[in-house]
């Protein structure tokens, strides 16, 4: 398998997935979505109708997460043993492995290029699976989440749910909730709908957790209208997606800002009722820790758990098996 | 796979094991732990012949352990791929996962179900598996141990060893020692053998761990004969059975406790001698910590390593076999 | 399988590896050594054509790891892998396990004997493997390094690198250098190549960390010649290797000596274009943090992370297929 280097312009993947990093939803275009979303349809079907896949079959991937995870882990877990591949499974290594020995971040990543036929990284600093990716010279790396940086798997599984329920993924409205100042999941998922015309969203957070200006700047630019507002009853009624996050206080300097900014904004049955409509979905990257009402959960337009947990295992499994796979 | 929601009258097994949630002994009868048993032996000869078990080939089956666990962790893991499946391995969540993010339980285990064909529990909170069973819809939960409560496979293999032994479950005589109060292994192991008639066991514990009363009746209504004892004397010779039990250090709410309680009744050659038989097995649930003397581990009536353990594998393959295989 | 009981002088292991417990590399002989490296360079060859091992199909292997350990860790898991089998795996069992209910290493490993066909331990207590190999009566164990003991697979991969580089294992001159007297794969290195004549090695470390007296005599009593050198100038020109090692924290009884001993000698540029030559290689059992200055990674003769690695990885499957394989 042939590698390219990644660099600070990331690779572009156009139409072959085969032997490159992925750090960055910023790699992706209409067409390599296309290419994405159409593997992911036919796994999920094939899955579905009790076929095995073999894609992954006599690999060995690395799975090597710096800081705790549950949902990312065990999908991408869960995705390479589904395709018949292996994995070396790395949590918390700070704890368990040669880090604390003191050994540098690509002095790790090349042990697991020694063993394994791919790395999946999470970790808690913004640019580190980029930097691994220029310590490596045989294997690709996927980033699984780098501290505020980026989830691009996150990101595209958003992508799939919407592309799956809406046949598009241009002129689609919306509401994105929560917080969008540390939100990677949200700085990715905004990215890649700008490379689709007629989107337009309304954002909705407290001030001191308001998208960063020169991301606004920069997603306005490319072609999303982006509308922030202040209350609940700011919210449009014709919305097709409502995209509420949690606050994340594993993120917040001061954790006493925690209590506060919490479940400012929250999905209830009264709030879906006023402003909601009968075609639109809920979706959430999860974990939640109260911004939707679980009463809501059996609602068929709650999309979080139904929808996009599995949606994860599907996207990550056709990504994985376009990489890796032989 | 269709999945029967569990409720908190739980499910009769009867003749069908597909798809149900195993949350406590109280499923079983005679007619389920026949073809349960008959189907542990199969296997057993199989793989002591070295032909190898495919019926969870291109499942996933996830391992939640809340609490610190190595034989049952490690038998269910065997197990598992033993039948040619994979797992998705979690242990401590409380110190990787998403629960220390606040998740609660519920989305925790529909998250996994997304994922995965079904899920095996442990939890340091009684009940907790059947929670996760209610919030299930598409896989089923089997429990492995929840907090004082049950431990369900560990009665099963217990009651496997008795049965491959002495070819019967029911006119058994027999010693239990030491914790029965918080022991979930005694209690769950007591309400299977209750389902068969003729039954007497021996209760030798300090009197501040004796069987709770609402269980020494609720077993004694059904056919089971127990006589409290309280110290080694009072033991009948003509015993089909010693089951020794560790006291549980860490579910004592005063630690200064343990050092009392703690082998008070320990099997050594001279107990043996004395009140043993030569037919007879000694059990032994594990860990121990003293209550048998190593001396006697090779003693071929010693059945709690060499026995109990395999035989724990080989159950639990049998009933992830028959619950989750195709 | 057959297991031949370990016991104080090890089991040689002759021309035949399979059930043998592998605790020390003074368990091998030029003529074990043939075959094994043989082996692994068959696998490795095979591996690197995309064919598949199928050595372990079907059989299931512990990774029992007291001690934080990454790469030894990892490299067991994917040489398993590979070779079609499947694992159980345990780090820091301490934390997890019922190891910290009381239970000795005995029942432990007992317990492992009966979920899976061999067990691969890391302890931080010297003798901890050959205890456990007393304690087992059918599967064999395989030492993955003991406190200050051994580290055989480390040295059996340093062997492999040396012999698959230079075709032979005598007549090599060398120097090594760091923590000679806690570093375990430096004792079992050098007790690997002393089964060989005419092999000349420099030892360059701190007083402090000198080599044990009686290991000193010990090899040179073999066949090796030992010459301890105190500066870099030291160093003959006409290595055919320099195998580097970490100050280990870790063993240190006061940390405030770590500061002054790591890092006393350090492989710079300068000192391989004063002391080097074109063909010799460079090595370290990694992990580094200094010791090797980064700079030197490109030169292809560093051969810690682009060969040791690997070979790690090889030698392991080579080992683990003899031992535990069909």
Known sequence: MHTQVFVDDPVKIGQNFAGKHIISIRQFDPQSLEILFHKTSTIKRCLQNGEQGEALAGKVITLLFFEPSSRTFSSFSAAIKRLGGQTIEYQNPMQTSSAIKGETLEDT???????????????????????????LSRIPIMNAGDGSGEHPTQALLDMFTLYEKFGRLDHLKGVI????????????????????????????SPKELRLPRELFEEYTKARVTLVEIEKETDIPTDCQVWYWTRVQKERLADPSTYEVLKNRFIVTKKLLKEKGNADMIIMHPLPRVGEIDPAIDTDPRAYYLTHEVPNGMYVRMALLSLVFGK
């Not at 909730?177 to 954002?203: C, E, I, W």
């Open 109 to 135: 990543v090349r042990v697991f290029e020694g063993y394994s036929d791919g790395i999946v990284m999470r970790h808690f600093e913004e640019g580190a699976p980029a930097r691994a990716a220029k310590a």
């Open 177 to 204: 909730a929560g917080d969008l100042l540390y939100g990677r999941t949200v700085h990715s998922l905004l990215k890649g709908l700008s490379f689709y015309p007629g989107n337009t969203f309304y954002l909705l």
